[in-house]
């Protein structure tokens, strides 16, 4: 029988800002009736459950509690948000190493606990250690997804509605590539109710829009450095983005998320795991979507290619 919102369990793999961010999120999202928090600190895993289950009777029904990797076997979806977070001045890459050591003993304990369900990676640098994650888990590739660009999209589509004056909710437009420095606007399907970008940025009086675009992917893409500079880490516009793509594959909402993907279709970028457009429901990634990217879109598409490529190339994983 399928399950029902009310019966549904998810599990958060680390328990540090993102994690504890996206249990929150969640567990105000109502979309599950049970929440495992697992962290190598299971002190730290006890104490934000408590803290969280605190505004339970405020907000949905759910059981929250810290568990083991045991506890994940009937999980429908499990969030691996563990790994070391990026410092100020490093860049996501900068944290592969140390961030596939750890997902080479947490991943074999989530297959070891028989989980079947769909995995959703959030630790960074997210497309390369969804990789490693679709390489160790026993999971079938569509059910391995990352939480990719999603939130750099929301980025671009918050900075372009707040330039305009309109509803971000209503700005089309995507970031491309690599969760980091060689990501890229798909300019050349952006739009605000059916009105390309540059139009529309002429509409409000905008001079040279074409630069003004390309400032506000350069923000896009260094915004993170931003905040981490300014408060430490990142963390609730991710944990947003975590229950956005679990609300698409709870309720089979069919959504169309800019998740990380192993590409097809591109060329010289195929076989590559980034950030690219997919249709997320219940199955996990159901369709990926062939965009169309124009000349120069596909030249950044395989730049980010080629910086994966290279760090996988360094990856040891026996």
Known sequence: MAKTLSNRKVGIVGCGFVGSASAFSIMRSGLFSQMILIDYDHKRAEGEALDIGHGIPLSHPMEIKAGDYSDLADADIVVVTAGVGQKPGETRLDLVQRNVAVFKSIIPQINESGFSGIMLIVSNPVDILTDIAMRLSNLPENRVLGSGTVLDSARLKYALGKLIAVDPRHVHARMLGEHGDSEFPNWGTANVAGIPVDKCLRMRGIERPLEKMDQLADEVRHSAYEIIS???????????????????IVRDEKSIMTVSVRV???????????????????????????????????????????????????????
Do not use: H, W
Not at 230 to 246: D, P, S
């Open 230 to 248: 300014k408060k430490g880490m990142t963390n609730y516009g991710i944990a947003t983005c975590v229950t956005r793509i679990l609300e698409c």
């Open 264 to 318: 097809q279709g591109f060329g010289e970028a195929d076989g590559v795991v980034l950030s690219m457009p997919a249709v997320i429901g219940s199955g996990g990634v159901e369709i990926k979507v062939p965009l169309r990217l124009n000349y120069e879109e596909l030249r950044q598409l395989k730049q980010s290619a080629d910086t994966m490529r290279e760090i996988m190339a360094q990856v040891e994983l026996d």
